[in-house]
């Protein structure tokens, strides 16, 4: 395999990982090592394949996968931090107040559940905050930013999500897809992201 042609999507978890040849408990195969770069190419639940820089792929349990961060773009721009986030908070205040407003039709039968569905096609908030540190989307710049309370910093990029050609709130936004535990700015660790994966077949 053209080394190339293998972009890591994820590592594995620092304790390593077993393995299968197949989404199946019963065909157990070789471990992975601790922090091994992979490529995610399939899903079936929470069953996720993936490929080794050498070719060798796998199947193993999707959930705990690290993600990678996508590279921010470059920039001309001095490193500097990015200032003030309180006009980032105010906008991600009145994105989620709007979200709940929709909610609120819904529940108060204003809105039919087809209606809802296309009132928020698309739309997008992201904000995740513990104690002094948060991790905050903005859409308008594709990035997620970490907040350390004070200041903005990059943390990762995002993809346009999958139905921004359909229209709809936020269609011409972006949807994140990759943030993973690290530095947080602060020599801390960061929170991680994690996106829920659908159960196994048969299970609840």
Do not use: I
Not at 76 to 105: I, S, V
Not at 115 to 131: K, L, W
Not at 161 to 189: F, H, I, L, W
């Amino acid at each position: 395999m053209n080394a190339f042609e293998f972009r890591p999507t994820h590592v594995v978890p620092a304790e390593g990982l077993p393995t299968w040849a197949g989404a199946d408990p019963s065909e157990p195969s070789a471990p992975l090592d601790p922090l091994l770069p992979v490529q995610l190419t399939d899903t079936r639940g929470d069953w996720a394949r993936v490929l080794c820089s050498n070719g060798w792929s796998a199947w193993v349990d999707g959930r705990m996968l690290v993600s990678l961060p996508h590279s921010p773009p470059a920039s001309d721009h001095p490193l500097t931090r990015t200032a003030d986030p309180r006009p980032l908070l105010a906008k991600l205040e009145r994105d989620l107040a709007e979200y709940r407003a929709r909610l609120e039709e819904l529940a108060d039968g204003r809105l039919d559940l087809e209606a809802f569905r296309n009132r928020t096609r698309g739309f997008r908030v992201g904000a995740v905050v513990d104690g002094e540190a948060a991790w905050l989307l903005d859409l308008e710049q594709g990035r997620w930013f970490y907040c350390d309370g004070a200041q903005l910093s990059t943390y990762a990029t995002v993809d346009a999500p999958p139905d921004a050609a359909e229209g709809g709130a936020g269609a011409d936004a972006a949807v994140g897809t990759a943030v993973s535990a690290g530095d947080s700015g602060d020599g801390g660790q960061a929170t991680r992201l994690v996106a829920r994966r659908p159960t196994r077949t048969g299970e609840s």
